[in-house]
């Protein structure tokens, strides 16, 4: 193996991120909703997972009308989730272990019960009217246009008070800040100053692409493509509310924040957007986010023609400089092992972690949880709640981490009530029986992960694609620049026995997804194989 040479890339572009989503991952303090203690308690899980930082979902103070993305103070942290000493100490704690700290942030909307919107809505002349998006009604008394929320219904919602309606992309709980307006983006940057001061080594920065909506209010035009079963909100094509230019002076205004501060400061942006559109949030002379999240995995067919596609397109059009990322799944959609099934999740995650670019890990990845059924009197999500029954509820990957086979799988001390109801599965797939089982998920995430620290070739290489496997293999090639070391990646995603891609002859197999050395020069059905020489 050849040795790691020291180079100019930043911690973000060598390292993995992984997600929590603090509800779910450890209570601490036994009210069935986990914590920033709990979090300190579990950071040796991550530390012996081999990420190098965690995402904390929101943990400021809200109202939780959508848990947590509704800040009601944004230099502040929730009761239910402890203190700022409490976060002071997570912060210490993570760093003594060399694993960073990134927070969510969450610019485009509060909560309706930040003392911003009370004093906003209180009167047409309060001088933090303009914080928000506020308009008269139209003509005949409606809404100003036909903009849609969404989580459902209009995306305006009528105050008595002053008899105007105010803007929210997503619920009448969460209204849209208004960035146009100079005092709200200078609080805004204030509360990233607030966090950087505290330590904190970036931010995730929520739906940026909802920031900024069409000064002149025009109606979004109708979507042809949409058809029953989908979300209420794609009856329109978001022309008007979503991806506007004004953005990017916003979020380089951020990143002057952020790099201003020592240290690598990470900002990565939150933005459900095709290739094109998605590589301006770069910036202009990579001035925006050092990683705009691709989302594009969790959409793209599980073939391999299709993935291998989805990579060269999105190689194709990084701008010069620009480092790719990767995401397999997060709070907000269908874990990877129900969507392509237990077997595929593991060469998914080899993928993942092979690929050129930072990966983000979803907190119960790494043993293969699956969505849980939530039954309906047990529905949290507001989404679910307001437009039921087409699957649109996210609480099924929200479900509270399993740790290990005793009361609430080790998530909440016994007689506590988690949130969200136990995958029933936790007796047997948690933590403690994966850590003990060589073979499990999770040991190949440790082992994968461990590969890409010793091999600078899979995070720093090069990419290239292996031509004349299998229909349905997926192979490239990963280079170190710095000392030419080649490792070729061979994924079957299918469930036959296929060869291996002739590129491979005279390699042995570095890690096998199914942990055991490996069967070259054929891949088993659902193997994925890292080999080198
Ligand atoms: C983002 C979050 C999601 C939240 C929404 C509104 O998409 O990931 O959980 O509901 O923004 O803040």
């Known amino acids: 193996m ?18 929590v989503y603090p509800r779910s991952f450890q209570d601490a303090d036994g009210d069935g909703i986990g914590d920033l203690a709990g979090i300190l308690s579990r950071l040796g899980h991550l530390a012996a997972l081999g990420v190098d930082a ?6 400021q103070p809200s109202p939780m009308a ?22 002071d ?13 990134i927070l969510d942030f969450v610019p485009n909307h509060s909560s309706d019960r930040h003392p911003w919107f009370a004093e906003s809505r209180s009167s047409r002349t309060s001088p933090k009217r303009d914080w928000y998006v506020w308009r008269d009604p139209a003509p005949e008394g409606g809404p100003p246009n036909n903009w849609l929320s969404e989580f459902g219904g209009p995306a305006w919602t009528f105050d008595a008070a002053t008899a105007q309606f105010y803007y929210h992309a997503y619920l009448p709980e969460q209204p849209d800040l208004n960035w146009c307006n100079p005092e709200l983006r200078a609080a805004m940057l204030d509360a990233l100053r607030f966090w950087l001061d505290r330590g ?32 209420p909100a794609r009856r329109v094509v978001r022309a008007r509310t979503m991806d506007q230019p004004e953005v990017h002076d916003a979020v380089a205004a951020m990143r002057r924040v952020a790099d201003a501060y020592p240290g690598d400061r990470l900002l990565i942006g939150e933005a459900y957007l095709p290739i094109d559109r998605l590589m301006l949030y770069y910036g202009a002379d990579l001035s925006g986010f050092q990683l705009p999240f691709n989302f594009h995995l969790l959409s793209t067919p599980w073939r391999a023609r299709d993935i291998a596609a989805l990579v060269q397109r999105y190689e194709a059009a990084l701008p010069p400089g620009a480092w790719p990322n ?47 059924p939530i039954p309906p009197g047990r529905v949290q999500d507001p989404w679910e709640r307001n437009v039921p029954g087409l699957g649109l509820g996210r609480d099924p990957v929200r479900t509270p981490m399993q740790w290990d086979r005793g009361p609430n799988a080790g998530f909440a001390p016994a007689g506590a009530e988690p949130w969200l109801p136990l995958a029933s599965d936790h007796a047997v797939r948690n933590v403690a029986a994966q850590e003990a089982d060589p073979r499990s998920m999770l040991s190949l995430h440790r082992a994968l992960l461990a590969l890409r620290r010793a091999e600078p070739a899979l995070s720093v290489g090069s990419h290239a694609p292996v031509a004349g496997a299998a229909e349905d293999v997926l192979a490239y090639e990963r280079r170190d620049g710095a000392t030419g070391r080649r490792l070729l990646v061979a994924l079957n995603l299918g469930g036959e026995e296929r060869g291996l891609p002739h590129a491979a002859s005279g390699s042995r197999v570095l890690l096998s997804t199914r942990l055991d050395g490996g069967a070259a020069p054929r891949l088993r059905p659902d193997e994925g194989v890292v080999l080198g020489r």
């Open 89 to 101: 100490r997570l912060v210490a704690a993570a760093h003594a272990r060399g694993l960073r700290v």
């Open 66 to 87: 959508d848990f947590g993305y509704d800040v009601s103070d944004y230099t502040g942290v929730d009761p239910m989730f402890g203190d700022l000493a409490a976060f």
């Open 54 to 59: 965690v995402w904390i979902s929101p943990i």
């Open 326 to 372: 990767w995401v397999l799944g997060n709070h907000d959609r269908s874990r990877v092992a129900s969507r392509i099934g237990a077997a595929q999740a593991r060469v998914a995650a080899m993928l993942l972690l092979t690929l050129r670019g930072t990966p983000t890990i979803y907190q119960g990845e790494e043993i293969g949880m699956q969505d849980v």
């Open 2 to 19: 050849s040795r790691p040479v020291p180079d100019a890339h930043a911690w973000w572009q060598r390292g993995v991120v992984y997600q």
């Open 200 to 231: 904190v080594d970036g931010f995730r920065v929520d739906a940026i692409h909802h920031l900024f909506e069409d000064p002149g209010l025009r109606d979004n035009p109708p979507n042809p493509d949409w058809r029953p079963g989908m979300p």
